[in-house]
């Protein structure tokens, strides 16, 4: 085992100087095949170098010698391709430009709407706060309430204060007492339509609440339905018809600013509304008194359209007359222009025509000696009658 042993290291050491030796020989050949490669790229660099020069040269003549008839020969084509693109940026600028102005009127758009919806969002939550404070409130705040939404609705429905509706106008009736009715509705022919609005609300707001119990709710609801029958009640007396200085028909609105309550006084008593119209009142809700509203504004257009109607009938009547009297006056003038006519055919008869007309007379005398420094025109000779007919006319005339 010991010979085996070593004769396998030996064997080992052989095969590793054998590596060695080859390991070395490759080495050597390496550097010089480096060597080699070291010298070809030297010579390569060399011979770049020297074609770079040559290049150089040859195209600086060539470009000295080119470019000159490139300008010549291309300079049109050159203007020919540029020009187009030219304009092409000219538009583009344009489209920029007016794109950019565009969108920057667009923005300032937006910003405006933005800010008139940030207004409207506020001016909402106003409302909604001073709907909550008026319904919390004590019964004459919420009168100032019903009657500002009462304005608003007659604005909405398109007619004009002071020309279509009055608000807190002062009357008197027989015996000097003074009544203010919240708004008065103008018709056609000086009649007027009251609308009250001092409705109290504060139970149906209390009746909305969500933390109280059900009968509490109905108890709430109850005192609503009632306060509002009262009001009718309080309403029916006042009797607004006998007011002096007021035209008004014996029926009053009563306005319940908050659809809601209405309809719920309405659903909670179903008599209520002939209870109403027994006293002569008329209950209404913002939807109903909208459409009443509306319906007043259509009257008033109405009226200006049969207003404009009969002027221009009026009008129309004024100009039929004027034209017949124009006809007559014409009629005249043709009456004066058909003697005249007449006059004037008469005086050419006796001036040219005819019997002893005066052209022949003064020819004749012309005839006889006179000497004239003037002729008269041959036309009016050649009207004249002959000398023959002239001495009948001779004999003739007085």
Not at 23 to 31: N, S, V
């Amino acid at each position: 085992e010991l010979r085996e042993a070593r004769a396998a290291r030996e064997a080992s050491e052989t095969r590793i100087t054998g590596a060695e030796t080859r390991a070395a020989a490759l080495e050597a050949r390496l550097q010089a095949e480096q060597a080699a490669a070291r010298q070809r790229y030297q010579d390569l660099e060399g011979a770049r170098e020297r074609l770079k020069s040559e290049f150089q040269a040859l195209a600086a003549e060539i470009l000295e010698d080119k470019s000159r008839r490139f300008g010549e020969q291309n300079a049109n084509q050159l203007g020919q391709l540029l020009n187009p693109l030219r304009e092409q940026l000219v538009d583009f600028r344009k489209v920029v430009s007016d794109t950019y102005e565009k969108e920057g009127r667009e923005r300032v758009t937006l910003q405006a709407e933005l800010k008139q919806l940030l207004e409207l969002n506020r001016q909402l939550s106003d409302e909604a706060g001073s709907l909550t404070r008026a319904l919390t409130a004590d019964n004459r705040t919420q009168g100032y309430w019903g009657e500002l939404k009462l304005e608003r609705l007659l604005e909405s429905a398109g007619l004009e204060k002071g020309q279509q509706y009055l608000t807190q106008e002062s009357f008197k009736d027989d015996a000097g007492d003074r009544y203010r009715p919240d708004a008065l509705l103008l018709l056609p022919e000086d009649r007027h339509i009251v609308i009250d609005a001092k409705v109290a609300l504060l139970d149906y707001q209390r009746a909305c609440a969500t933390d109280i119990a059900d009968s509490e709710r109905e108890r709430f609801l109850g005192q609503h339905t009632a306060a509002l029958k009262n009001h009718v009640r309080e309403l029916g007396d006042k009797d607004y018809s006998r007011l002096q200085g007021l035209t008004s028909p014996d029926l009053v609105l009563m306005f319940v600013p908050v659809e809601a309550a209405f309809l719920e006084a309405l659903r909670r008593d179903p008599g209520l509304y002939d209870f109403a119209f027994g006293k002569k009142i008329i209950l209404v809700g913002p939807s109903n008194l909208l459409a009443s509203l509306r319906l007043v504004a259509q009257i008033w257009r109405t009226e200006a359209q049969t207003t404009n109607a009969k002027a221009i009938a009026d009008r129309g009547a004024a100009l039929y007359d004027k034209f017949v009297g124009f006809t007559e006056d014409l009629a005249r003038v043709g009456d004066h222009l058909d003697r005249a006519q007449k006059a004037q055919h008469d005086a050419v008869r006796k001036l040219a025509q005819g019997p002893g007309n005066l052209v022949r007379q003064a020819e004749m005398l012309r005839d006889l000696g006179v000497a004239p420094s003037k002729k008269l025109p041959p036309a009016l000779k050649d009207t004249s009658l002959p000398d023959e007919a002239a001495g009948q006319g001779d004999e003739q005339a007085p």
